[in-house]
């Protein structure tokens, strides 16, 4: 039976595969001084005062004390070392040219005009400012009950509910970045082309920003002041649905090449399982996907930032080199001023589940990422223009990252978790992946697929992307449903904006 995992010969600490007790020999001459809960990091040798602590092959940090081997290692006892530096990063010297071949060639999908494909059929009503919502929602839950029936063809109606659109600075430079989601929200593969949106008729964010004055039509767009009352307004709203749902019931499914397929991958609720088993695991399923011309975004900024040398060396070519060490500047501007670092992102769940620090939460996010060459960067909210691994910058909060990556097209998001989380997006579907099996015990009807048995020995890296890989083309062509959709478990969409709010 393990006791621990190390992942790197270089390492000078591994991870406790379950809770254990003090006086346990886990090595030949090496006994625990104490208890050390599950997935927290025990030092394999002495390590002095200063000493680095090694794991994944990297310098997690340095030792505030002496540290004596079999000893726990917790996030109280070591110094963060500072992040590397994004100047010149040696580029193109880890392209992989042998990635494993996927099984699977094709998927079942809904054929989008100059796009990537849709993973479900969804009437997705766009709202211009959050004052529209409790009428818009009023409307959604009568187009349900008594429009939707009628066309059986289509999987659902969403409303793109957000906090933005008015009150705030619509001319500031960083506004682009949330109008820009909006924008592309509009657009989303899942909605099939068809364009709704409710507007108030005061706001800041106009219909013509948001759709264009081409777009901005009576056939398009219902403003609610321009009506006389609620019922009026629902009315409107139904009425246009009622078209759009009519257009939309007659998109079918068809074989598609997995180069129209576009998928998201994003981790939340991290613990030290999650770099060993859930996110190398995906990171293997993007490896087989991108091998027939799949594209996978992967996102999360800081959650990058210290890692951020291993994924420069992936990048094809300076250019998109220099747009990662842009995209890593920006986001430490925007840190500073507001006076704190990337030091801010573990949670007190991440560091009950063995993540000490960021450094440490790095190194095992960007496995998700697999191995493929790095093809292009994105801004927050950008669409892709290329296939492949593409890295899509976002802030890693799981309700921001999940929107950003909505509005780069994405039709389908696989999220690791360690810790544990219910999150989900009404717009596409969200598989939820584990990373150790006494979560999959927990939540049965939450999991989707456990990439616990990594850890324990019972199965490969290799068979568990697999497996997921499978999943994926399984969820997007809708032969499954994942248990967040199954259950309608949806966040709210909080739209990224950096820019002020007056």
């Known amino acids: 039976m393990r006791y621990f995992v190390k992942i790197n010969e270089k390492d000078n600490v591994a991870i406790a595969v379950r809770d254990l007790a003090a006086d346990t020999e886990i090595l030949p001459g090496l006994v625990l001084r104490q208890d050390i809960p599950q997935a927290h990091k025990i030092a394999l040798r002495d390590i002095p005062e200063g000493g680095e602590i090694v794991r994944y092959g990297v310098v997690l940090g340095y030792a505030l004390s002496d540290i004596p081997a079999g000893s726990w290692i917790n996030e109280k006892m070591l110094r963060l070392p500072p992040p590397p530096a994004l100047d010149d990063m040696p580029y193109g010297t ?9 099984p ?4 079942m999908g809904y054929k989008t005009p100059g796009g990537y494909a849709g993973t479900r059929n969804i009437l997705g009503i766009q709202t211009t400012v959050q004052c529209v919502q409790g009428v818009l929602d009023a409307a959604v839950e009568r187009i349900r009950k008594e429009l939707l029936p009628r066309y059986p063809n289509v999987d659902d109606v969403v409303a793109i509910n957000h906090a933005y659109g008015c009150g705030v600075a619509i001319n500031a430079p960083e506004a682009k970045i949330p109008i820009r989601a909006l924008q592309n929200l509009c657009q989303h593969p899942n909605f099939g082309g068809q364009l709704m949106v409710v507007a108030l008729g005061c706001e800041k964010l106009t219909a013509d920003m948001l759709v264009g004055p081409e777009n901005n039509t009576p056939e398009n767009v219902v403003v609610l002041q321009e009506h006389k009352g609620f019922e009026a307004g629902v009315s409107a709203i139904m009425a246009m649905a009622d078209k759009k749902l009519a257009a939309l019931d007659k998109r079918l499914r068809q074989e598609l090449p997995l180069s129209d397929l576009l998928i998201g ?3 939340g609720g991290s613990d030290a399982f999650s770099g060993v088993t859930a996110n190398p695991a995906a990171g293997y399923a993007a490896d087989l996907l991108v091998s027939e011309g799949a594209t996978v975004l992967f996102s999360e900024v800081t959650e990058v930032r210290d890692g951020v040398h291993f994924i420069a060396s992936r990048c094809r070519d300076a250019y998109t080199r ?3 060490a842009a995209e890593m500047n920006w986001y430490d501007s925007y840190l500073s001023e507001a006076s704190v670092d990337r030091s ?7 560091k009950k589940g063995g993540l000490s620090n960021i450094v440490e939460k790095a190194m095992g996010s960007i496995a998700k990422s697999g191995s493929a060459p790095i093809e292009e960067v994105l801004s927050p909210a950008q ?3 290329k296939h492949g691994m593409i890295f899509a910058a976002t802030p890693a ?3 921001v990252c999940g929107p950003c990556q909505l509005a780069s097209g994405i039709g389908l998001q696989v999220f690791m978790t360690g810790r544990g ?3 989900g997006l009404a717009a596409a579907p969200v598989i939820k992946v584990c990373s150790r099996n006494e979560l999959a015990e927990q939540w049965p009807d939450l999991i989707d697929l456990c990439a616990g048995p990594i850890a324990t020995g019972d199965k490969t890296i290799k068979q568990v992307g697999e497996e997921l890989f499978s999943l994926i083309l399984d969820v997007a062509s809708g032969v499954k449903k994942p248990w967040a959709e199954k259950h309608g478990l949806h966040n709210f969409l909080c739209i990224f904006n950096p820019a002020p709010i007056t």
Do not use: E
Request: proline content about 14%; some cysteine.
């Open 397 to 399: 909060s799981d309700i």
């Open 421 to 423: 989380t219910p999150y």
């Open 94 to 102: 880890n392209i992989r040219t042998d990635l494993p071949k996927a």
């Open 265 to 267: 991958m994003q981790c």
């Open 322 to 324: 220099d747009r990662l």
């Open 104 to 107: 699977r060639k094709t998927w």
């Open 344 to 350: 801010a992102n573990p949670t007190p769940g991440n």
């Open 383 to 385: 669409r892709p223009t």
